[in-house]
């Protein structure tokens, strides 16, 4: 039974940082002028945008500003190489009034997809 106990104590230990980073799904954020922070932009100004590489190549379009609440921004939803794909703001700065995303190439081919 101590052993039982045991193994299932580990396997909880184990587990709870897996279940801890499931998130919620996010939802694409309709009030236009909802704040993007990290971008200090609103929604309205940031859809329709191209979105940069490190090296200043265009790599899409922003689609959406999505969120896990109407008023929280944390990702947004892009046209990439022609598929949608969810890339986090805290990924992304505003330099020289251009959205750049601290990625390279071979990191956008893993990028979730966006289910509109």
Do not use: C, H
Request: no cysteine; charged share 20%; aromatic share 6%.
């Amino acid at each position: 039974m101590k052993r039982f106990l045991l193994t299932a104590a580990l396997f909880s230990s184990l587990m709870s940082p897996a279940l801890a980073q499931q998130q919620e799904p996010l939802m694409r954020l309709t009030d236009p002028d909802v704040s993007i922070g990290v971008l200090g932009m609103r929604v309205y100004q940031a859809e329709g945008v191209e979105i940069y590489d490190m090296d200043g190549n265009a790599i899409g379009t922003v689609l959406a500003v999505l969120g896990q609440s109407e008023k929280t921004p944390t990702a947004l939803a892009v046209e990439m190489n022609g598929r949608s794909v969810v890339l986090e703001l805290a990924s992304m700065e505003l330099v020289n009034n251009r959205i750049v995303v601290q990625m390279d190439g071979g990191t956008f081919e893993g990028l979730p997809a966006w289910e509109q």
